[in-house]
């Protein structure tokens, strides 16, 4: 059972590094236009990307993104990621720790603080349709006894679930067994989709949950349908899979959503976010941070300092954003002038590419 999370989890890495997983459309983010001010009036030195995010200070409003443990793979990504996000001081999420739950000396994978011991934020994970099949507040609590975390991500992924061979299928009863585990556990909880999104009757409900928060995880970047289909042969699932690459809601739309539903409470803004431009309209749209998965994986398979570059020239690529758009602060993001375009932005770029143009975004 667990060799099957193990080997599971690696094939998607590898499957992870295909273009065809990307969602094909042009993305959400690329039809948002921030407005250019030619009198931005600061120095580009001013420009200050420093973020608190659950009570803790990050240098820029980003974390790497929930992808692997469980395994040796996942162990060196997870290894090359959190030296970098040490480093750069930016936050850091697990991959899905229910390799771990199973077979408890799997935990030293996830360890990434006895990889990089200055990692001012780490995010642990567990997917919420295991509350479902037996997982409750006592194995989540021996879990974080083994692995403390500061803020436990729950991933809801129905979409993935039902194209995933073996996949858990059976969501009955979910929103009232996550009210009664969350409430009982003590650590910030957030919720979070893999790239498939939250629309709003979905944030609505969510948002009624003691929860500190959201990732909005919506279609532009990575399609978990997809990489199910890649696995499951030639079945209707992997048809099916193929087909809806595209479906779900959009990554713009996703955290417009989150953020009318969540008020206050943090949302992170993610799915397919891979420059600069897209975290500044992430943020601009109501994001509290953003999260980068795919974007790093081959970078994080090379090693640090791969990860590192990656990571800077999207900092420094917002931090052109921000300047530009005389936003001197993140916050002050949210008050910059956006258009949005019925044509999307023009390539070449990692977000553009042929497929429907991008959502109106208000
Ligand atoms: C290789 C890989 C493994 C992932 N594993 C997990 C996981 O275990 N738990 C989870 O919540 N999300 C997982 N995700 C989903 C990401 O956290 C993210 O929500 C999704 O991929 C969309 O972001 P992206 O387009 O930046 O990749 C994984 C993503 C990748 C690329």
Not at 101 to 116: G, H, N, S
């Amino acid at each position: 059972m667990v060799e099957d999370i193990q080997q599971r989890k690696d094939h998607h890495l590898s499957l992870c590094l295909l273009d065809e997983v990307r969602a094909p459309m042009v993305h959400s983010l690329d039809g948002v236009r921030l407005e250019y001010d030619c009198l931005p009036e600061m120095d580009f030195e001013d420009v200050d990307l420093s973020t608190v995010l659950f009570g803790r200070r990050l240098s820029a409003p980003l974390l790497i993104g929930a992808m692997t443990g469980g395994s040796e793979a996942g162990a060196e990504i997870n290894r090359n990621l959190a030296k970098a996000a040490q480093e750069l001081r930016l936050g850091m999420c697990l991959g899905s720790q229910r390799a771990m739950i199973e077979k408890p000396d799997l935990a030293w994978t996830y360890d990434v603080r006895a990889m990089a011991d200055g990692l001012p934020l780490v995010v642990g994970n567990l997917g919420a349709i295991q509350l479902n099949k037996g997982i409750g507040v006592s194995e989540i609590r021996e879990m974080m006894e083994r692995l403390p975390l500061d803020v436990l991500a729950l991933h809801l992924n129905p979409l993935q679930e039902v194209i995933q061979p073996g996949g858990d299928t059976n969501w009955r009863g979910l929103l009232d067994r996550l009210r009664d585990v969350v409430s009982r556990l003590d650590v910030d909880v957030i919720l979070k989709e893999v790239g498939a999104g939250v629309c709003g009757s979905a944030a609505e409900k969510l948002a009624t949950l003691p929860v500190a928060g959201i990732d909005a995880a919506g279609v532009g970047g990575t399609s978990w349908s997809m990489v199910e289909a890649l696995r499951a042969g030639n079945s209707p699932a992997a048809q099916a899979g193929r087909s809806l690459a595209w479906f779900g809601v959009d990554t713009a739309r996703s955290i417009q959503n989150c953020r009318a539903a969540f008020g206050d409470r943090v949302v992170i803004g993610s799915g397919g976010i891979s420059t600069g431009y897209h975290m500044a309209a992430a943020l601009s749209l109501g994001a509290d941070a953003v999260a980068v998965s795919q974007p790093l994986l081959a970078a994080a398979r090379e090693g640090t300092r791969e990860v590192v570059a990656t990571l800077e020239a999207m900092i420094y690529e917002l931090k052109v954003a921000m300047f530009c758009t005389g936003a001197a602060k993140v916050p002050a993001l949210r008050k910059v002038a956006r258009t949005s375009l019925s044509q999307p932005r023009p390539g070449p770029g990692p977000g553009s590419g042929p497929g429907p143009g991008p959502g109106i975004v208000p």
